[in-house]
């Protein structure tokens, strides 16, 4: 496979239940993104990793656990989650400089119930 | 803080007309500026960037924009649009001393009109 690939595509959990959303990337690229997009909001960056190291976590509830055992994956560990963290999860990768665009995965929709 | 406006939610247009999306930033400092679509059920697709240079970038699918430092603006146009180009299109951006860190607008969602 190509590009940022991104497994289940899509999730349906309770709020009890544990599960990751994965995220794997083919690129060569060594940063590594996790973002929430939800209806009628801009995109909620959630964590960044380069080289494996998290550089960026914007206030992120404890209930997301973010995981980049290297520089091709990235997980997103899910637990006790609420409704409102309903909507479409978005990873993507880019290589480190700032005119480097970023390149994404196709979503993970989820719905908490 | 950086801050990206896309000051158009949705934008309705009929099929073969020009359209521009509009999409102002503030920053004080250097800036690299991107243009995505997002067609439904799907991830962020690069159109285009302005890194440097020429003010006027083309893109995919016939998408151009324009830097304009002045006015701090990256508008998009398309002289013709297709029924294709329906879609969610988001512009973003990365400056000089944020690192990794992009900033997205709220994006604009596109429906052209047969």
């Known amino acids: 496979e190509t590009g940022v690939t991104q497994t289940p595509r899509h999730l349906v959990m309770g709020m009890t239940n544990k599960k990751s959303l994965k995220c794997e990337q083919h690129l060569g690229h060594n940063a590594m993104y996790w973002y929430k997009q939800s209806a009628k909001k801009p995109l909620e960056l959630m964590f960044v990793y380069n080289f494996k190291e998290q550089t960026e976590n914007n206030s992120v509830p404890s209930r997301f656990s973010p995981e980049c055992p290297n520089s091709s994956h990235l997980f997103l560990h899910l637990h006790t989650l609420q409704p409102e963290d309903s909507a479409l999860y978005l990873c993507a990768s880019s290589e480190r400089g700032a005119g480097n665009e970023q390149f994404f995965g196709p979503g993970t929709r989820l719905t908490v119930l | 803080a950086q801050s990206v406006t896309q000051l158009d939610s949705q934008v309705p247009v009929f099929e073969e007309a020009p359209v521009e999306l509009r999409c102002n930033y503030s920053?004080?400092?250097?800036?690299?500026l991107f243009w995505y679509v997002q067609y439904p059920n799907q991830g962020l697709q690069l159109l285009l960037k302005?890194?440097?240079?020429?003010?006027l970038v083309k893109g995919i699918n016939g998408f151009e924009a324009e830097f304009n430092k002045s006015q701090t603006s990256f508008h998009l146009r398309k002289p013709s649009v297709h029924i294709s180009d329906t879609a969610e299109y988001f512009c973003?951006?990365?400056?000089?001393?944020?690192?990794?860190?992009?900033?997205f607008g709220t994006g604009t969602s596109l429906t052209v009109i047969p």
């Open positions: 920053s004080s400092v250097s800036v690299y």
């Open positions: 302005y890194l440097s240079g020429s003010t």
């Open positions: 973003a951006v990365r400056t000089s001393n944020t690192g990794n860190q992009f900033y």
